[in-house]
């Protein structure tokens, strides 16, 4: 059966209520949580600097340090029961970012973003200086703003969720090789992968309609950046209430090289042999389970049952327009 769009997610409304708190960003008088994430790319060394650089940015700053296997949501959640913050900061790259997704919907607070880890696509896509004293301005200082979230299975993201190629790509990307070659260990990773990419077939359910289609990779956007470089499709926005989904139908492991250009401008839709299209809900379905990559991480299988989560969190960012 066809989805339906999925109505407004009802936690919209404790962020947004949250965040109408502050009507603007300013940071006097305004006490932040601060999570960081001690095995991120620059996560470890950067700790106390990151503390520093909001505290100079004007914000009274509470570090909680998790203790060992304690998850991001739940570390937000820990530190939230101290009571008396107004935001929450987090420290780390795109993986922190989602793993925090639970306890940034259970606190009702708008939430800020310090980039230090290896791609740190969601800041690039709502326009968040990747240094550490341009970030921490921005989080004392910009008016919270919404975005969305999409959700696959249950699992919710910030940026792309993908079956095939970069499926693939994430599971055979260690945390080592990030952490110590940045961006670069993408690069390795994919070149090594590209020659074994097969095409698989796929059944897409959207908008009453039903696909059946050979792919090597299918992408289904919230944000605008994924993957340290890529962007799913140049228009996109992480608050524009929209899905932006492709499909990589490509036969030869060589097309997928022609076309790194066009994924990294958000253009490969221009190509015949890519299948693209917005949504706000859909349905992928498999032969057999296929794994699937939500912000880099491998959390689920198909069948994959996608909706959008509208305005579901509240972040300090720019204004859209003011890049």
Not at 33 to 48: D, F
Not at 153 to 174: D, M, T, W
């Amino acid at each position: 059966m066809p989805l339906q769009p999925a109505a407004s997610s009802a936690v919209a409304c404790p962020q947004q209520a949250g965040a109408a708190a502050i009507a603007t960003g300013s940071g006097a008088g305004a006490r932040a949580l601060l999570i960081i994430n001690q095995k991120a790319r620059s996560g470890a060394e950067q700790a106390e600097a990151a503390a520093a650089a909001l505290r100079a940015a004007g914000l009274a700053v509470q570090a909680f340090d998790p203790p060992e296997g304690m998850s991001c949501g739940d570390a937000v959640t820990e530190g939230l029961a101290q009571g008396g913050f107004d935001r929450v900061v987090i420290g780390g790259g795109d993986g922190t970012l989602n793993a925090a997704i639970p306890g940034l919907l259970k606190a009702g607070l708008p939430f800020g973003i310090l980039p230090l880890g290896t791609a740190n696509d969601l800041a690039r896509s709502l326009g968040i200086p990747l240094d550490l004293e341009g970030a921490a301005r921005v989080i004392a200082t910009a008016a919270p703003r919404p975005v969305d979230l999409g959700e696959v299975n249950g699992h919710c993201y910030f940026n792309v969720a993908s079956i095939g190629f970069s499926a693939e790509l994430a599971a055979e990307l260690k945390s080592e090789a990030k952490k110590r070659f940045g961006k670069l260990g993408y690069a390795v990773a994919a070149l090594g992968l590209v020659r074994r990419a097969r095409p698989f077939t796929v059944v897409l359910m959207h908008d009453g309609a039903v696909e059946r289609v050979r792919t090597i990779q299918v992408s289904v956007g919230n944000g605008k950046h994924y993957g340290g470089g890529m962007t799913v499709a140049e228009d996109a926005r992480p608050d524009d209430g929209l899905f932006d989904v492709y499909s990589l139908e490509v036969r030869h492991w060589w097309r997928l090289l022609m076309l790194l250009p066009w994924l990294r401008r958000g253009t490969q839709g221009s190509w015949r042999d890519v299948r693209a299209f917005r949504t706000t809900a859909l349905e992928l379905r498999t032969r057999r389970p296929r794994p699937v990559n939500t912000d880099g991480e491998l959390t689920t299988r198909t069948p994959a049952v996608f909706r959008l989560r509208p305005a579901a969190l509240m972040v300090h960012a720019p204004p859209p327009d003011a890049g």
